[in-house]
């Protein structure tokens, strides 16, 4: 379990499953991917979320508000199970529930991810994708200090070519880079 101001990054319970069912049935938390999950893709995740962690040691927590212990989605580390030019990598990656949107949690978050990433799993550099008309995702990786990387832009492979979801951005941060942003976001 790790904590930032606000937020708990923790494993998954069981008590989570209803607020991931219904986040993943939200069309405009998944806007950006090919379509909402029914309830038995959203658990099969979750599976799939657990059982990354035993093999990997690390994943997509469930992230939940300190106040008030309510599930707002998840933020984590993972290996991406396709292939790219830039893989294999470590992605740092979220997905929060629309009515948290804009409270810079996926940031927050995002950045405890990284902090774990390059200080506990001693990572030289982590990398972040979204669809290209995905700016919302685009914007927490610049507010995160990563930077494009066009040279890797990619089609994603699990899509058709012609989706208008296919082609992919990519941004990436390296150890070097993280530990200059967070020195320059304390400077006054």
């Not at 550099?125 to 066009?150: C, H, P, W, Y």
């Not at 990619?154 to 941060?173: E, G, N, Q, T």
Request: with cysteine; hydrophobic share 40%.
């Amino acid at each position: 379990m790790y904590a930032t101001k606000r937020l708990i990054l923790r494993n998954w319970r069981e008590a989570d499953t209803p607020g991931f069912i219904k986040m993943n049935q939200d069309p405009q938390v998944m806007e950006f991917f090919p379509t909402v999950l029914s309830s038995e893709e959203s658990i099969s995740l979750i599976e799939k979320i657990k059982s990354k962690f035993k093999v990997q040691g690390f994943g997509f927590y469930a992230c939940e508000l300190k106040e008030s212990q309510e599930l707002i989605g998840f933020v984590g580390l993972n290996i991406p199970d396709f292939k790219a030019s830039f893989t294999p990598c470590v992605e740092v990656g979220w997905r929060i529930a629309y009515k948290f949107w804009g409270q810079g949690l996926a940031v927050e978050a995002a950045q405890k991810c990284l902090d774990i990433g390059f200080n506990e799993y001693n990572l030289n550099e982590i990398a972040s994708f979204t669809a290209l008309v995905n700016k919302r995702s685009e914007r927490v990786m610049q507010k995160l200090g990563m930077t494009r990387d066009s040279a890797h832009d990619f089609i994603h492979l699990k899509l058709d070519p012609h989706h208008p979801l296919a082609k992919h951005i990519l941004y990436r941060l390296r150890r070097e880079d993280f530990i200059k942003h967070l020195k320059d976001k304390v400077q006054p």
